[in-house]
């Protein structure tokens, strides 16, 4: 934090303070003094214009009223933030009480108890009740309307002191012998404290001051010491609650005159004197320390002697009563925070939660994304990632891939700009100061720096993430000690033991950059090391200590802000001789500027920057201040010549909803000259400006100007000059277009001027260009309207796709109501049935359903078959013939059998099948697809036959009884025997057709002695195959084979089918004619086979491949259709001949 002097009042009559509070509510002072003095002022508060300048705007008083009443030194002021009262005190005891009226303070009750005089008031945490104790012991406890509760004389006491627990139950009574007594809340005495700050000290002591931080704000970490007790010879405890008995010691070294916590708890303020060496007057100074004792900074005062403080509500001021003056301080926190990718990060505590709460705020789209964070210690930020140090969860377990950090204490986890951690790293050191580059991550306790090369997520995948999770790869993470000299190789391991050992110069601060690490030490010494091998390469000395380092763009200086707030310069690389005539590396600049308290580089050139002095912002070029603007916000980042800056104080004081007013962009002077020499000038003298001042900012401004002007030419070369390829390439399509006005569209749009473009496009009657511009943007209700008012075959899909996108707006913020209307009108029917499920609108879609047409998406049977299989439906079965018979009605019989199959209804799908394959063969269409549809059909019945038997096991292992089982067993082969009787059918009409084919394929092969004896078989298939077209074949096969006696057979048989017309009756009788009037019907090659087959047994089986009977002892036989082949046959194929199941 940085804190200076900013505003001093002066009492009129030079009268002396003695008291001074801020109401941190209604933000009015009371200070009461001598003879009587009592005033209430209040600053200015701020307009919404000053509010954007912050602490930078002027606060004259609005308010300064006297009020009479006290005649004595008024010593006891104290405010009732929740009732708006003013409660005082004087010398003589007279107490009273204030009441705010229509702007004014009027009295509303005194009393006067007339023995003693008050020492000391405290309102409890809801304002219900007031502790008000008297110098001679005796204690009065009164309700806010002002009757007394009750009241106490703590005999041969002298009081000094009282204080309220957060919980009202317990008071503190601070008595003039320097002992503090608990008391609880009815008056009975509990314990003395125990006060570890006094131990070895003899004497007496007076205590300065109680101040017990009620949590209104929350805490900044869990159990924080919120009790502070001082005395007037500067030894101060800090304690958790009344009965700590290990608390923060802080010896401040100063006559303490009062204490007071600022609004959160997170900063004790400490005012007294202290005796100044030189002089013999004291100086008065006001210490600040945190909850843990921390010194954070010392204010000097003017004046001779300090009597009082107060915190305003926002703890941004603070208010010293000094003799008869009031100053005014302003403070600059060091708040948790940081900017990421157009996103603010800052965090916050509140009075419900143990942790803080981190808000990521994107000011590009204004929306935000908190993470709640325990035991924050800092938030660094770079480019797009923000790293969060904190303390590590006890209770928590470590990840997997930190054992070998197990027991480590604090966590650096690795976020994106939207607060998701990305990786989480424990380490073993107190990472008091953390810094970030591109690559690494730095932290540093007092003793050691720890350096982590991260890796971002973006670049690797979901598997290299998990490995990256798991192994810890060497020299990804390593420690140093300060007094170490690393050479640069890889001798930094990940060794905490060094941590544990001390130094006689501690690390005060830390920066770095791609190409180096800097370390400032106490003494003033600056290491410089080499990254990322991190070697030292130089140490430079510096005559101050360094709080905050800085490096610039290409690393070349370091800005150094010390504790006082003074900022100087150093050059890392100027070689200089020093005083003794030996050259040195590195220069201390001739530049210092005192009170900074915030200053940034630009990211583009080395020599800017912008820097926070009090209340004004200076940007210095080449260290040349320009004119300084009034404001008090953070520099968030500085590049193109335009500085962005937040007012986190005015967030602050409403961290949940942030407002993009309190983001200011800020243009240097060299921009803000270059747009004056534009609009005032032109552009081809502005050109000669930017050209000595060069800059890519300025050339695209330049650039701008032109294109405003069609001066396309220029606008090119400023373009090529600030390396834009896209405006290159707008500014070549421009030249190419025609028409001026269409030039002039096109530039307004490339500005964001939309609605300019758009009328311009509708003026030049081109409503497809505006509806264009209107797609690209994604403003679909604007489509919709420009669609209304025009007419086109073309507009009917867009006008679908627009109100599908309309719809999907809705749908997206879940106004599913809206949505519906614009999908009814987009015939979206899957978004619809989406839409009218979140409606939980059962009829909508129900006539939705009925209104699809068939084989529709949205009717997935298949999805309700798998589901109603798989949770076991009883009444699946009258479901499914229902739908069936709906299919079958329509002629979809292969749909209908995809339907019993997928539901494993083989039997019903086999039954159909083998009707198809029926009809089929009857058209007399390709043997092969007749063939097909009795194998699919004889398949079916087979996985019925299956489904039947696992049915059947499953039966038999549930029932113990043999008889039941045999029953079981019984009535299962009646249903077996129905479906085998089918299966037959089929894989006869299979066997006919797979025969009556191979006859014919081996006939035109000419292996005719083959085809007649498969030809022989088929004369047991007259009831499949026509028995003219097997004869037919016959006689062919025979005739082929000069069997003439078969062939004579064969045409007896045809002559006497009574199927045969007379013509081709007749036409068989003059082709056998011919045939056996050259050729006997006798056959004189006689086989063994014959008499096998003409014995009629039939029983013999027959090879599926050649069609010859089965002879040999060993054959294959195919597990599914179980038809036989020749075992010599069976190598020559993969698959069965007859059903194509493998082989």
């Not at 008869?324 to 403070?331: C, L, Q, T, V």
Request: with cysteine; proline share 3%.
């Amino acid at each position: 934090m940085f804190i200076y002097l900013c505003k001093k009042i002066a009492i009129p009559g030079n009268v002396r303070l003695r008291c001074i509070s801020w109401n941190t509510d209604q933000g009015f002072i009371a200070c009461g003094g001598e003879d009587g003095l009592l005033k209430v002022l209040k600053l200015e508060t701020q307009t919404d214009e000053a509010k954007i300048k912050g602490l930078a705007a002027p606060s004259n008083l609005s308010v300064n009223q006297t009020l009479e009443g006290h005649s004595g030194s008024v010593q006891v002021v104290t405010w009732n933030e929740q009732y708006q009262k003013l409660t005082t005190s004087d010398q003589n005891g007279l107490i009273i009480v204030w009441m705010l009226y229509k702007g004014a303070w009027y009295e509303e009750m005194i009393n006067n108890r007339n023995k003693s005089v008050v020492r000391s008031m405290s309102w409890n945490a809801d304002g219900q009740k007031i502790c008000i104790v008297y110098e001679d012991g005796a204690v009065i406890v009164g309700s806010v309307d002002g009757n007394r509760i009750w009241g106490k004389d703590l005999k041969g006491t002298h009081l000094c002191h009282v204080a309220w627990s957060s919980n009202s139950k317990v008071l503190l009574f601070g008595m003039a012998n320097g002992e503090i007594h608990i008391y609880d809340n009815q008056g009975n005495f509990i314990v003395k404290m125990k006060l570890s700050c006094l131990v070895n000290l003899t004497g007496a002591f007076s205590i300065a001051g109680i101040h017990w931080y009620h949590g209104t704000e929350g805490y900044i970490e869990p159990d924080c010491p919120c009790l502070a007790v001082c005395y007037d010879n500067g030894r101060c405890q800090i304690m958790r609650d009344e009965n700590d008995h290990n608390p923060v010691l802080i010896d401040t070294g100063m006559n303490v005159v009062c204490i007071q916590w600022n609004h959160c708890g997170s900063v004790l303020a400490v005012a007294g004197s202290l005796k100044a060496t030189s002089q013999d007057k004291d100086v008065n100074i006001v210490q600040f320390y945190t909850p843990f004792g921390e010194h954070l900074r010392t204010l000097k005062v003017p004046g001779k002697q300090i009597a009082a403080l107060s915190w305003e509500g926002s703890g941004l001021k603070i208010a010293l009563a000094v003799d008869s003056y009031i100053y005014f301080a302003n403070i600059r926190p060091d708040y948790k925070w940081g900017y990421c990718s157009n996103t603010v990060v800052y965090a916050y505590t509140r009075p419900d939660r143990p942790e803080y709460c981190v808000v990521f705020w994107d000011t590009k789209n204004n929306e935000k994304y908190v993470k709640y964070v325990k035991s924050l210690i800092s938030i660094t930020t770079y480019g797009d990632f923000c790293v969060l140090a904190t303390k590590a969860d006890e209770n928590q377990p470590q990840e997997e891939h930190e054992t070998e950090s197990i027991g480590a204490t604090y966590v650096l986890v690795l976020c994106n700009s939207i607060g998701t951690p990305l990786d989480p790293k424990y380490i073993d050191i107190g990472p008091l100061f953390v810094t970030m580059t591109k690559t690494h991550v730095i932290a540093a306790s007092k003793e050691v720096f720890y350096i982590w090369q991260y890796r971002v997520a973006k670049k690797l995948t979901a598997m290299e993430i998990n490995q990256v999770a798991r192994t810890r790869k060497e020299g990804r993470e390593r420690i140093y000690h300060i007094d170490d000299t690393p050479s640069g190789s890889a001798d930094g391991h990940l060794d905490y033991s060094r941590a544990t050992e001390g130094t006689r110069d501690p690390i005060c601060a830390i920066t770095a950059s791609d190409k180096i690490l800097l370390v400032g030490r106490e003494s003033g010494t600056i290491q410089r090391y080499s990254l990322p091998s991190v070697g030292i390469v130089q140490k430079y000395t510096l005559n101050c200590r360094a709080y905050q380092l800085s490096l610039n763009c290409n690393s070349s200086r370091v800005a150094i802000i010390d504790l006082s707030g003074v900022l100087t310069f150093f050059d890392l690389d100027t070689r200089v001789v020093d005083s003794t005539g030996q050259q040195v590396i590195g220069e201390q600049l001739k530049l210092e500027r005192k009170d900074v308290w915030d200053m940034k580089w630009a990211k583009d050139n080395p020599d800017l920057f912008a820097m926070m002095e009090k209340t004004r912002m200076y940007v210095f070029r080449n260290l040349d201040p320009e004119e300084p603007i009034q404001t008090s916000g953070y520099i968030c980042n500085f590049e193109d010549l335009e500085i962005k800056s937040v007012l986190l104080d005015e967030i602050l004081k409403n961290p949940e909803h942030p407002n993009k007013d309190y983001i200011i962009n800020f243009e240097i002077r060299s921009l803000r000259d270059s747009r004056a020499l534009i609009e005032k000038v032109g552009i081809a003298e502005s050109s000669q400006f930017i050209e000595d001042n060069p800059h890519p900012r300025l050339w695209r401004l330049l650039a701008e100007a032109a294109l405003q002007k069609l001066d396309l030419q220029t606008a090119e070369q400023a373009f090529v000059r600030c390396k834009d390829y896209q405006g290159i390439k707008f500014v070549k399509r421009l030249g190419n277009l025609q028409s001026e006005s269409m030039k002039q569209a096109e530039v307004a749009a490339y500005f964001s001027r939309f609605e300019e473009a758009e009328r311009m496009y509708l003026d030049m009657d081109r409503r497809d260009l505006a509806i264009g511009l209107r797609i690209k943007l994604g403003d679909w209700f604007r489509v919709l309207q420009l669609l209304k008012t025009g007419s086109g075959d073309s507009d009917d899909a867009l006008l679908e796709q627009a109100h599908n996108a309309i719809g999907d707006y809705f749908a997206d913020r879940q106004k599913w109501l809206n949505a519906v209307q614009y999908y009814v009108q987009g015939r979206n029917q899957e978004r619809l049935a989406e839409c009218y499920y979140m409606l939980e609108d059962y009829q909508g879609l129900e006539n939705l359903a009925n209104s699809l047409p068939e084989n529709n998406k949205l009717l997935p049977w298949n999805k309700a078959v798998e589901l109603a299989k798989n949770h076991n439906m009883k009444e699946i079965g009258s479901l499914l013939a229902r739908y069936a018979s709906h299919l079958l009605e329509k002629n979809k019989i292969l749909d209908a059998i995809e339907l019993y199959r997928k539901a494993n209804y083989f039997f019903e799908a086999a039954k159909l099948m083998f009707k198809i394959a029926d009809e089929e063969a009857k058209k007399r269409t390709k043997p092969l697809r007749v063939k097909k549809l009795y194998v699919l059909s004889a398949l079916l019945i087979e996985q019925c036959h299956e489904q039947m038997q696992n049915a059947q096991r499953g039966k038999v292992k549930g029932k113990s009884s043999e008889t039941a089982s045999a029953l079981a067993g019984l009535l299962e082969d009646d249903v077996l025997s129905s479906t085998n009787r089918f299966a037959d059918n089929a894989w006869r009409g299979a066997e006919a057709y797979h025969f009556f084919i191979l006859a014919q394929r081996q006939l035109y092969k000419g292996y005719v002695d083959a085809a007649l004896k498969t030809a022989l078989h088929l004369r047991d298939y007259e009831d499949i195959i026509p028995a003219v077209e097997i004869y037919s074949l016959l006689a062919l096969c025979a005739c082929a084979n000069r069997a003439f006696d078969i062939c004579s057979k064969a045409f007896v048989k045809l002559e006497s089918l009574e199927t045969l017309r007379p013509e081709q009756r007749q036409q068989y009788e003059d082709l056998a004619l011919e045939i056996f009037t050259r050729h006997c019907p006798k056959y004189n090659k006689k086989s063994d086979l014959d008499d096998v087959l003409e014995s009629g047994d039939g029983k013999l089986p027959v090879c599926v491949a050649t069609g010859d009977p089965i002879l040999e002892y060993r054959f294959w036989m195919c597990s599914v259709c179980k038809h036989c082949m020749k075992a010599k046959e069976a190598s020559n194929y993969n698959f069965c001949p007859l059903c194509h199941s493998t082989a």
